[in-house]
Nanobody, 122 residues
Framework: QAQLVESGGGLVQAGGSLRLSCATS????????MGWFRQAPGLEREFVAA????????YYEDFVKGRFSISRDNAKNTVYLQMNSLKPEDSAVYYC???????????????WGQGTQVTVSS
């Protein structure tokens, strides 16, 4: 049974940066694609970014392209989301997820983390 724990969230001013981490245990981390999602109060959870099993392919939704960067360290069983040029509309709980497959899109979630809060002030 896989376990995912997010960290690195916090409060930042617009234009600032944060790096989120997702530490995993159990299962075989390097055998699956990984992704980040986010959910603001009253809204549906939405896809943000994904990375393939080996890390050679990444995919981003349009609203974060050029600002966010997903990466993974298979030796440490950890995936990261570097967030730059943050905007108030980026405020949400960010969730790490592991895919049922090895690719990026479409992303079929197998396991969720518990989330980390990101708040961007104006």
């Amino acid at each position: 049974q896989a376990q995912l724990v997010e960290s690195g969230g916090g409060l930042v001013q617009a234009g600032g940066s944060l790096r989120l981490s997702c530490a995993t245990s159990g299962g075989t981390f390097s055998s699956h694609g990984m992704g980040w999602f986010r959910q603001a109060p009253g809204l549906e959870r939405e896809f943000v970014a994904a990375i393939s099993r080996s890390g050679n392919i990444t995919y981003y939704e349009d609203f974060v392209k050029g600002r966010f960067s997903i990466s993974r360290d298979n030796a440490k069983n950890t995936v990261y989301l570097q967030m730059n040029s943050l905007k108030p509309e980026d405020s949400a709980v960010y969730y790490c997820a592991i895919s049922r497959a090895v690719g990026t899109i479409p992303f079929d979630v197998n396991y969720w983390g518990q989330g980390t809060q990101v708040t961007v002030s104006s």
